[in-house]
């Protein structure tokens, strides 16, 4: 069982950055890739990156990279997501979640977080 937390949410200027951070319980934080999601309202919940749980590896959605950043530190048990250069299109709740695969497909992930909120105003 993982338990995961988000924190780091808030509003922010375009262009502006935010790091977010979720943290894991559990002693097998490592054995999962740990991937990000987000969700804007009225839309559904979409890919953002995937860090392997080694954290030598990652991918990203087309939408963010080269300014979003995923990273982790196992021996916190803890993720984080580097935003930089937002818009306000990046506006919607952020998620984490764990699963035992690297990909994008939302139900490949078994442990979810409950999000934390990220507006950018124009």
């Known amino acids: 069982q993982v338990q995961l937390e988000e924190s780091g949410g808030g509003l922010v200027q375009a262009g502006g950055s935010l790091r977010l951070s979720c943290a894991a319980s559990g002693r097998t934080f490592s054995s999962y890739h740990m991937g990000w999601f987000r969700q804007a309202p009225g839309k559904e919940r979409e890919f953002v990156g995937v860090?392997?749980?080694?954290?030598?590896?990652?991918y990203y959605a087309d939408s963010v990279k080269g300014r979003f950043t995923c990273s982790r530190d196992n021996g916190k048990n803890t993720v984080y997501l580097q935003m930089n250069n937002l818009t306000p299109e990046d506006t919607a709740i952020y998620y984490c979640?764990?699963?035992?695969?690297?990909?994008?497909?939302?139900?490949?992930?078994?442990?979810w977080g409950q999000g934390t909120q990220v507006t950018v105003s124009s």
């Open positions: 860090i392997s749980g080694s954290g030598g590896y990652t």
């Open positions: 979640a764990a699963g035992p695969s690297m990909v994008r497909t939302i139900s490949e992930y078994i442990y």
